[in-house]
């Protein structure tokens, strides 16, 4: 007969102190917090595989990881393997999923992009760039997967620049994000750039022009202002 296991209290889990050598604390299903000598505390699984050896899943350690998110990640676990799939397996895919999606995020792009274009733009320029991108584009779109981007999105970060007046900054950021996506496309990160879609949905820019002079001996002071230049 399996031997019953009482589930642990946040109580017992707080109060579980460390000795001399490693020990663990059951919860039951196969969960159990293991407690090291230096103190940590680390949830831990322990189950089947089809071959009958046993496997071993790590949840992270506590306090990070409380009690309740443990047997979640747990039930998870139980459901992958009802399901016939391996919960190591499993993980290790969730795991190289997260690291993709990370690796393809709008920021990430930018950041291969400027990394190939270092060498044919000018530093000045890519300086110029990133302040916007940083300010007004990633709080909004950078941690999300290039691939997923669509006009919409955009839309939204130009708007909001041009709502906060500044209508030449979402200019230039329009033209730099539509640079970053074709480059996401050429290297199979992107299906399409969405950026020509926006074309007649912003704001206009009107650059303001200085006025021009009339006074001839404001002419004469400015002719004679190059000329002195020159002949240094």
């Known amino acids: 007969m ?34 090291n000598p230096s103190g940590g505390k680390h949830w831990k699984m322990k189950y089947r595989k089809d071959d009958g050896k046993e496997g071993l899943l790590t949840f992270g350690s506590y306090p990070a ?7 979640k990640k747990r039930e998870e676990a139980r ?27 709008f920021e990430a792009v930018v950041r291969a992009w400027m990394e190939v274009h270092s060498t044919k733009v000018k530093p000045k320029t890519l300086h110029i760039y990133m302040p916007v991108l940083e300010k007004f584009v990633f709080p909004i779109i950078g941690r999300m ?8 999105d955009f839309l939204e970060v130009l708007r909001r620049m041009e709502d906060q007046g500044h209508l030449y900054t979402a200019k230039r950021a329009n ?4 640079m970053i996506m074709r480059f996401a496309v050429a290297t199979g990160l992107a299906e399409l750039d969405p950026l020509p879609s926006l074309r007649g949905s ?3 820019y009107k650059g303001k022009h200085l ?18 230049y020159h002949c240094q």
Request: include cysteine.
């Open 145 to 152: 997967p290039v691939r997923n981007l669509k006009a919409p």
């Open 79 to 105: 459901a992958h393997k009802a399901a016939g799939v391996d919960p190591g397996e499993a993980k290790r895919r969730e795991k190289l999923e997260r690291t993709e999606r990370a690796k393809n995020t």
């Open 175 to 178: 033209i730099v994000c539509g």
């Open 2 to 35: 399996a031997r019953l296991i009482k589930p642990l209290t946040v109580t017992q889990v707080n109060n579980a102190k460390p000795r001399a050598t490693m020990y663990k604390m059951f919860d039951g299903g196969g969960l159990f917090l293991q407690i």
């Open 65 to 71: 990881v409380t009690l309740e998110q443990a047997r």
């Open 202 to 204: 912003m704001k206009a």
């Open 211 to 228: 006025a021009a002079m009339t006074d001839p001996k404001d002419v004469g002071r400015l002719l004679r202002a190059i000329w002195s």
